[in-house]
């Protein structure tokens, strides 16, 4: 069965700290990847996306991933994180099967100390 | 900027009462998402269509709950009776094809 598995609830980091968020993923196929951004009583905003090609994918707010087919895994990173950057973090898999499901992770809450 | 846009925002409403949530996808996409994000289960996918046909409802209750877009601008999420264990976020999402579906501001339940 198809799942997605963020193993850190939460994560505390210092501002200026850098930041590496995990994912891995269970399909058989080749996924879609997705990470998610959701700041308290907001929706769901994308950070970035993996369909295909380089596996370092840069995103929005200076966030980058990397797609490592060999370990499932399509882990979030931010070189020096801000302030504003604390919020619950959502890894995604699209499932490339024709039903255009997406699987969602159970997130990452990150709080980022001043 | 497009959005996906849901009402009501919030919603209180009494056991055994129906509760209809409204969806208006961004105007162009052919897929729609209902997901509900509680603190114990996350975000769950309920139902989606694509090009207005359900495609997929099978995480949804289905005694209580409906689904339906009557045309391409608007999809709602009915649950009738509503219980106390149906208090939630519940989010709309839009897409195109495969392209990475873009959510709504979600409609807060709350079930007394």
């Known amino acids: 069965a198809q799942s997605v598995t963020q193993p850190d609830i939460h994560i505390t980091v210092s501002e200026g700290a850098s930041l590496e968020l995990r994912c891995n993923y269970s399909y058989g196929a080749t996924p879609y990847l997705f990470w998610y951004v959701q700041s308290p009583g907001q929706g769901l905003q994308l950070l970035l996306k993996y369909f295909s090609g380089d596996t370092l994918v840069q995103g929005i707010k200076g966030f980058e991933a990397e797609f490592k087919r060999s370990q499932s895994s399509f882990n979030l990173r931010k070189p020096s994180v801000h302030w504003s950057d604390a919020a619950e973090y959502f890894c995604?898999?699209?499932?490339?099967?024709?039903?255009?499901?997406?699987?969602f992770g159970t997130g990452t809450r990150l709080k980022v100390l001043a | 900027d497009a959005r996906v846009t849901q009402t009501p925002r919030d919603k209180v409403t009494e056991m055994g009462q129906e509760v209809t949530m409204r969806c208006q996808p961004i105007l162009g996409h052919n897929t729609v998402f209902w997901y509900r994000q509680t603190m114990m289960q996350g975000l769950e996918l309920l139902a989606y269509f694509r090009n207005r046909a359900p495609l997929d409802d099978s995480g949804m209750p289905k005694d209580r709950f409906s689904a339906e877009m009557p045309d391409a601008t608007l999809a709602t999420l009915k649950i009738q009776p509503s219980e106390p264990r149906d208090s939630a976020v519940y989010f709309c999402a839009s897409g195109l094809n495969i392209e990475s579906p873009i959510f709504g501001q979600g409609t807060r339940l709350t079930v007394v």
């Open positions: 995604a898999v699209g499932l490339t099967s024709g039903t255009y499901k997406y699987i």
